[in-house]
C-alpha cells in the first residue's frame, strides 16, 4: 500500500460517462462498411507492383501511340522529298495490297519467367478454397510497315493471378 | 484471439472499453461529440485490422495517435483546444458521472492536471493498464509512466487539501 491508496479508491469511484447509443451505431456501420469492402476485394491484397504495371502499360502504349505518329510524319516528309520517277517495273504486289505508311501488327509473344504458388485461399466468404498462382511475364508486341520494312516494338512487364479451385476429394 | 468484424462480439468488447476510451480521447478535445468521432475511427480501424482486442496498448496507441492528427489536422481547433486547456476553470462538457460535490471537485482537478500527468493517471485508474501497457502506448519507460502517475497523485492530492 502506498500514500495514494484513499486517493486512488476515490478516484475509481468516479465513474466516465458511458457511450453513446448512437456511437454503437456509427461503430456497427463502419464494421459493416468493412466487412462488405473485404468481401467485395475477396480478402486479396493487390500488390502495389501489379497496378505499377498496369501505369507501366499505359505509358507504354502511349510511347507506341508516339512513335507511330513521329514515323508516319517523317515518312511523309521523306516522300514529299522524293522526286516522281517514271519506272516501267511494276510495283511489288504487296505493296500495292497495303496502304503505304501503314503499321501492320506482325506478332505477340508473351514469356514467363516466373511462377509462384502461392498456397491455398479462401476468397471472400466462400468455403471453397482456391490456389493462388502469381506468375512474372514479359509481353512484346510487334508491327511492320510493309512499305519501309520499319518496324515498331512494344515489350512491358506483366503479372498475372490465377485462382484455380481445389477440388477435396 | 481474432476479431471478426460480422459477428457481435465487438459489442461486448466496446460495451467493456468505450467509457475508459472516450474519457482518454476527452484529454485532446473538449466536446464528447469530438471523442466519440475519435474512438469511433480508431476502433473501426483497430477491428478492421484484426489486432487482437486485448493488445490494449495498441488500442490506446491508436485512439492517441488519431486525436493526435485530428489536432494537426485542425489547427484553428488545437489553438481552440489550447486556450481551453490554459483556462482549466472554463466550463466544459462533464467527462464523469457525478454523484457529489467531492466528485465534483476530484472530477475538476483531474482536468487541471498537465496533460502527461492525466494521460498515464487515466488509463491507470479508468483503463486499468499496467505500467507496462502506459509506457508501451507513449513510447516511453515504465519507470518514467510509474514517475507520472505519482507525480498526478502528488498533485490531484495537493490541490484537493482544505486551503
Request: no cysteine; glycine share 4%; net charge neutral.
Given at each position: 500500500m502506498n500514500d495514494f491508496s484513499e486517493l486512488e479508491n476515490e478516484l475509481k469511484k468516479l465513474r466516465p460517462l458511458s457511450a453513446s447509443p448512437e456511437l454503437f451505431s456509427r461503430v456497427e456501420q463502419g464494421l459493416t462498411n468493412v466487412t462488405s469492402d473485404d468481401t467485395l476485394s475477396g480478402k486479396v491484397i493487390r500488390p502495389e507492383r501489379f497496378r505499377i504495371n498496369w501505369l507501366s502499360f499505359g505509358i507504354a502504349l502511349g510511347a507506341a501511340a508516339v512513335l507511330l505518329i513521329f514515323a508516319r510524319l517523317d515518312l511523309n516528309r521523306s516522300m514529299k522529298n522524293v522526286p516522281v520517277i517514271a519506272s516501267v517495273t511494276p510495283a511489288p504486289r504487296v505493296a500495292n495490297a497495303m496502304p503505304a505508311n501503314q503499321f501492320v501488327p506482325a506478332g505477340v509473344s508473351q514469356i514467363i519467367y516466373h511462377s509462384r504458388d502461392e498456397g491455398l485461399i479462401f476468397p471472400g466468404e466462400s468455403a471453397q478454397p482456391v490456389r493462388r498462382v502469381r506468375s512474372q511475364m514479359r509481353e512484346t508486341s510487334q508491327w511492320r510497315n510493309?512499305?519501309?520494312?520499319a518496324s515498331l516494338r512494344v515489350s512491358y512487364p506483366s503479372e498475372q493471378v490465377e485462382l484455380i479451385p481445389v477440388s477435396g476429394q | 484471439m481474432e476479431n471478426v468484424?460480422?459477428?457481435?462480439?465487438w459489442r461486448t468488447s466496446f460495451s467493456e472499453l468505450a467509457p475508459g476510451l472516450l474519457l482518454f480521447a476527452r484529454q485532446w478535445v473538449r466536446s464528447g461529440a469530438d471523442a466519440e468521432d475519435i474512438v469511433q475511427e480508431a476502433f473501426v480501424k483497430f477491428w478492421r485490422r484484426n489486432?487482437?482486442?486485448?493488445?490494449r496498448a495498441l488500442l490506446y496507441a491508436t485512439v492517441r495517435s488519431i486525436a493526435l492528427d485530428l489536432i494537426r489536422r485542425d489547427s484553428r481547433r488545437a489553438r481552440r483546444e489550447a486556450e481551453a486547456y490554459s483556462d482549466a476553470e472554463q466550463a466544459v462538457e462533464p467527462k464523469f458521472e457525478i454523484a457529489d460535490e467531492s466528485q465534483r471537485l476530484l472530477g475538476n482537478a483531474v482536468d487541471r492536471l498537465p496533460r502527461e500527468q492525466s494521460e498515464v493517471l487515466v488509463m491507470k485508474i479508468w483503463?486499468?493498464?499496467t505500467f507496462a501497457e502506459i509506457a508501451e502506448t507513449l513510447g516511453i519507460s515504465q519507470n518514467t509512466a510509474a514517475s507520472r502517475y505519482r507525480y498526478a497523485l502528488a498533485a490531484l492530492k495537493k490541490d484537493l487539501l482544505p486551503q
Amino acid at each position: 500500500m502506498n500514500d495514494f491508496s484513499e486517493l486512488e479508491n476515490e478516484l475509481k469511484k468516479l465513474r466516465p460517462l458511458s457511450a453513446s447509443p448512437e456511437l454503437f451505431s456509427r461503430v456497427e456501420q463502419g464494421l459493416t462498411n468493412v466487412t462488405s469492402d473485404d468481401t467485395l476485394s475477396g480478402k486479396v491484397i493487390r500488390p502495389e507492383r501489379f497496378r505499377i504495371n498496369w501505369l507501366s502499360f499505359g505509358i507504354a502504349l502511349g510511347a507506341a501511340a508516339v512513335l507511330l505518329i513521329f514515323a508516319r510524319l517523317d515518312l511523309n516528309r521523306s516522300m514529299k522529298n522524293v522526286p516522281v520517277i517514271a519506272s516501267v517495273t511494276p510495283a511489288p504486289r504487296v505493296a500495292n495490297a497495303m496502304p503505304a505508311n501503314q503499321f501492320v501488327p506482325a506478332g505477340v509473344s508473351q514469356i514467363i519467367y516466373h511462377s509462384r504458388d502461392e498456397g491455398l485461399i479462401f476468397p471472400g466468404e466462400s468455403a471453397q478454397p482456391v490456389r493462388r498462382v502469381r506468375s512474372q511475364m514479359r509481353e512484346t508486341s510487334q508491327w511492320r510497315n510493309p512499305a519501309t520494312g520499319a518496324s515498331l516494338r512494344v515489350s512491358y512487364p506483366s503479372e498475372q493471378v490465377e485462382l484455380i479451385p481445389v477440388s477435396g476429394q | 484471439m481474432e476479431n471478426v468484424a460480422t459477428d457481435e462480439s465487438w459489442r461486448t468488447s466496446f460495451s467493456e472499453l468505450a467509457p475508459g476510451l472516450l474519457l482518454f480521447a476527452r484529454q485532446w478535445v473538449r466536446s464528447g461529440a469530438d471523442a466519440e468521432d475519435i474512438v469511433q475511427e480508431a476502433f473501426v480501424k483497430f477491428w478492421r485490422r484484426n489486432h487482437n482486442v486485448n493488445n490494449r496498448a495498441l488500442l490506446y496507441a491508436t485512439v492517441r495517435s488519431i486525436a493526435l492528427d485530428l489536432i494537426r489536422r485542425d489547427s484553428r481547433r488545437a489553438r481552440r483546444e489550447a486556450e481551453a486547456y490554459s483556462d482549466a476553470e472554463q466550463a466544459v462538457e462533464p467527462k464523469f458521472e457525478i454523484a457529489d460535490e467531492s466528485q465534483r471537485l476530484l472530477g475538476n482537478a483531474v482536468d487541471r492536471l498537465p496533460r502527461e500527468q492525466s494521460e498515464v493517471l487515466v488509463m491507470k485508474i479508468w483503463n486499468d493498464l499496467t505500467f507496462a501497457e502506459i509506457a508501451e502506448t507513449l513510447g516511453i519507460s515504465q519507470n518514467t509512466a510509474a514517475s507520472r502517475y505519482r507525480y498526478a497523485l502528488a498533485a490531484l492530492k495537493k490541490d484537493l487539501l482544505p486551503q
